[in-house]
């Protein structure tokens, strides 16, 4: 039997209770038959009470609690230490405030402990991440803010599913970019597990290489990877569920994932995105430079042959499409950084045709 249930139970039967009572009073006063009277409002009062007693108990609990769980740890000690400040600020101006006529002297001291709580609290809640650098700074020792300062270079990380079925985060493991242990909660393994066991074979697929994926860094000691259960509770969308669990972690997430990405940041998690960073790590050549390219495809504009390098930079050579299935030397004229990464604009360094490519 669940908790609304049986909060509707009782809700029925206090209502019931006390629209019997009311039906017995009203039924007095009116002159009329008690009996029916007392029926009419029982039933109407059990009616009501069924219906609205969630709404005034369990469900804003559910919610409060919700809530609740969505905060961060940091956030809520500043929270209470600012309740607690406002109401000792409260009290001192309390005696002076009772000291007025009535009703003033018995109405101020109460609005002034609820105003000074909830400035306090809410004032602490917006300069907590100040405050307790303050307090770091302040009481903690030189030896231990280093401890700290190194610490942060091994700060743990979510994992996201699409950057474990992607693969190559065990890759940057590997290499050292991240240092610190990487954190895959339970709903994502489940999420991870359902794809894999999906009737699409290309889903099916993507599934089991994100389970090896994790099998091979588990495998690994260089970089630790745990399994957690932490879990947000009342939220059904993963990447929801990634986002709060990264506010109360305070921890980034690992993803490539666009959507994921945008919400995070508008929410004030810190991403780590493996698109953006194998943008980065790409080969930066300047106009003028010359490369040598194979040219595969016709581009879109007439005249325009297209080339991929090696990390996959596209290649757009003007007068290419009659070097086709060609290796050839070419000048660098423009780089253009978009979305999807870089695009290299370049021109034949010679008018002649280079060597067929050896197949």
């Known amino acids: 039997m669940s908790v609304e249930l049986i909060s509707r139970l009782l809700g029925m039967i206090v209502m019931g209770v006390g ?16 009996t029916l ?13 069924l219906v609205i007693t969630p709404y005034i108990t369990t469900r804003p609990l559910r919610a409060i609690r919700r809530q609740v769980g969505q905060l961060s740890a940091q956030t809520m000690v ?9 109401l000792i600020i409260a009290a001192l101006v309390s005696f002076p405030f009772s000291l007025l006529p009535a009703p003033f002297g018995q109405l101020l001291p109460f609005i002034g402990a609820v105003v000074f709580g909830y400035l306090g609290a809410s004032l602490f ?6 405050i307790m650098s303050l307090i770091r700074s302040r009481f903690v020792g030189s ?35 991240i240092s610190g242990p990487m954190l895959v909660p339970s709903f994502v393994l489940n999420e991870l597990q359902h794809i894999a066991d999906s009737s699409d074979n290309l889903r099916r697929q993507r599934g089991r290489r994100g389970l090896d994926i994790l099998n091979r860094l588990r495998k690994d000691t260089r970089v630790p990877l ?3 259960d932490l879990d947000v509770e009342g939220v059904r969308n993963v990447d929801d569920k990634l986002v709060i669990l990264a506010k109360q972690l305070r921890c980034p997430i690992v993803t490539n994932d666009f959507n994921l990405n945008r919400v995070a940041e508008l929410q004030g998690v810190p991403v780590l995105n493996i698109n953006e960073l194998a943008n980065a790590v790409k080969a930066i050549f300047l106009p003028g430079e010359s490369i ?21 930079t596209m290649v757009v050579v003007e007068g290419g499409n009659q070097y086709l299935e060609q ?24 008018s002649r045709k280079t060597k067929r490519s050896k197949e």
């Open 19 to 34: 629209g019997f009572y009311l039906g017995v009073y009203l039924g007095d006063l009116a002159d009329g038959i008690r």
């Open 37 to 49: 009277w007392a029926v009419v409002f029982t039933l109407m009062g059990s009616l009501t009470g």
């Open 78 to 86: 500043a929270g209470l230490v600012g309740m607690v400040v406002g």
């Open 125 to 130: 809640i917006m300069r907590q991440n100040d």
């Open 143 to 177: 030896s231990s803010r280093e401890a700290e300062a190194s610490g942060q270079a091994d700060r743990k990380v979510l994992l996201d599913t699409s950057v474990i079925i992607d693969g190559r985060i065990a890759d940057i493991a590997l290499s050292g970019f």
């Open 226 to 228: 745990r399994v957690t």
């Open 292 to 312: 040598e390219v194979q040219l595969i495809q016709e581009g879109k504009e007439e005249g325009q042959g297209v080339g991929y390098l090696d990390d996959g």
């Open 327 to 350: 290796t050839m030397p070419v000048l660098v004229t423009k780089v253009l950084q978009t979305a999807a990464g870089r695009m290299i604009f370049a021109k034949p360094e010679s």
